[in-house]
C-alpha cells in the first residue's frame, strides 16, 4: 500500500524565483492538504484540496497556490520565492474532507538563498 | 479556533525513565487530539489518537495518552524511554472548518533526547 509521496526531496531556489513542489496521496484517499513547517516550529496550514478545487485556506498570501489534478495528486506553487518561504513543505492526504485522520509525506525541504 | 500549547520545547530524560511530554489544548468543541512524531529529515508519524470513547488511548511504540477535559489536557507518556524515542513530538488537534474540510493545528513540538 503506497503511502503519501512528495518530490523532489530537496530543492534550492534565489529569490523571487518560482517553485512547484508535487505530491501524490495515499492509496484511495482524495482530499490533500498541504503544511508549511519552518524550522524550529510545528506545520501549519497551507490549503486544503479536494475534488480539484480550494476547499479551505490557512493565513497565507495568494503567492502560495495549488492544483488537484483528476488522480488526486497535487502540486502546490509558490510565486515571488522570499527567504522565510525556506521551510519543509508537507503534504498529508485524507479520505474526504471531513475526514480527521490525515497521512504525511516525508516532505520536500525548500531553501531560498 | 482551537489551538495548542506544548510546555517544554527540549525534554531529556536517561534511558529506561519514564518520559512525559505535556500538552495543553484549546477548543469551543469537544476535541479530536493527536500525537505525531518527526524523526530528523523526516515527515510526520502519527503515533496515536483521541476521538471519542475511552479518554486513555494507546498508540505505537509503547506510548499512551490520556485526554482530561477537566483540565484540557492530553499528555504522552511512556513507561521506559529507548534510545530510538529521540525525535520531535507534536501534539496536534482537528480543527473543522466552516464550509468543509478540517485542518490540523500544532504545537510548537518538544525535541525530546534519551541519554545513556
Known amino acids: 500500500d503506497a503511502g503519501v509521496t512528495q518530490s523532489p526531496t530537496h530543492l534550492i531556489k534565489t529569490r523571487g524565483q518560482q517553485v512547484t513542489l508535487r505530491c501524490s496521496p495515499k492509496?484511495?484517499?482524495?482530499?490533500v492538504s498541504w503544511y508549511q513547517q519552518a524550522l524550529g516550529q510545528g506545520p501549519q496550514f497551507i490549503f486544503q484540496?479536494?475534488?480539484?478545487?480550494?476547499?479551505q485556506r490557512g493565513n497565507f498570501p495568494d503567492r502560495f497556490s495549488g492544483h488537484q489534478f483528476p488522480n488526486y495528486s497535487s502540486e502546490l506553487n509558490v510565486n515571488a520565492l522570499l527567504l522565510g518561504d525556506s521551510a519543509l513543505y508537507l503534504c498529508a492526504s485524507s479520505l474526504g474532507t471531513n475526514s480527521y485522520e490525515q497521512y504525511f509525506g516525508p516532505g520536500t525541504r525548500l531553501t531560498v538563498t | 479556533a482551537q489551538s495548542v500549547t506544548q510546555l517544554g520545547s527540549h525534554v531529556s530524560v536517561s534511558e529506561g525513565a519514564l518520559v512525559l511530554l505535556r500538552c495543553n489544548y484549546s477548543s469551543s468543541v469537544p476535541p479530536y487530539l493527536f500525537w505525531y512524531v518527526q524523526y530528523p529529515n523526516q515527515g510526520l508519524q502519527l503515533l496515536l489518537k483521541?476521538?471519542?470513547?475511552?479518554?486513555l488511548v494507546k498508540g505505537i511504540n509503547g506510548f499512551e495518552a490520556e485526554f482530561k477535559k477537566s483540565e484540557t489536557s492530553f499528555h504522552l507518556t511512556k513507561p521506559s524511554a529507548h534510545m530510538s524515542d529521540a525525535a520531535e513530538y507534536f501534539c496536534a488537534v482537528s480543527d473543522h472548518l466552516t464550509g468543509g474540510g478540517n485542518k490540523l493545528t500544532f504545537g510548537t513540538g518538544t525535541q525530546l533526547k534519551v541519554e545513556l
Open positions: 483521541y476521538t471519542t470513547g475511552a479518554t
Open positions: 492509496s484511495g484517499h482524495d482530499t
Open positions: 484540496y479536494y475534488e480539484e478545487e480550494e476547499r
